[in-house]
């Protein structure tokens, strides 16, 4: 049974900073984890991604003041945001590329919501 639980989110004020962690269980074989977010009104937008061997890439918007690294076995994946924005509020989910070859498939998990306000 393949499981994302997602942990972290809250109440910030702007300028403040935010840990999110996803650890995934029931997966074979990860080749990629990321994150994204949804608020009201607007499409799933892409936030940050790790794959297996490394590589990060990261939305335009939240280069420079985020970082996104894969802990505990590899199976653990973690979003650190500073400087956050109000435009930053959303509901995070943590998304999961994998399976089992040749049938990777996207996971993800119910999501985490971020807030920024004064």
């Known amino acids: 049974q393949v499981q994302l639980v997602e942990s972290g989110g809250g109440l910030v004020q702007p300028g403040g900073s935010i840990r999110l962690s996803c650890v995934a269980s029931?997966?074979?074989?990860?080749?990629?984890m990321g994150w994204y977010r949804q608020t009201p009104g607007k499409q799933r937008e892409y936030v940050a991604i790790?794959?297996?061997?490394?590589?990060?890439d990261f939305r335009d918007s939240v280069k420079g003041r985020s970082s996104i690294s894969r802990e505990n076995g590899e199976n653990t994946v973690v979003l650190q945001m500073h400087r956050l924005k109000p435009e930053d509020t959303g509901v995070y989910l943590c998304?999961?590329?994998?399976?089992?070859?040749?049938?990777?498939?996207?996971?993800w998990g119910q999501g985490t919501q971020v807030t920024v306000s004064s």
């Open positions: 029931g997966i074979a074989s990860i080749a990629a």
């Open positions: 998304n999961v590329y994998g399976g089992k070859l040749p049938n990777y498939e996207d996971y």
């Open positions: 790790i794959t297996r061997d490394g590589r990060t």
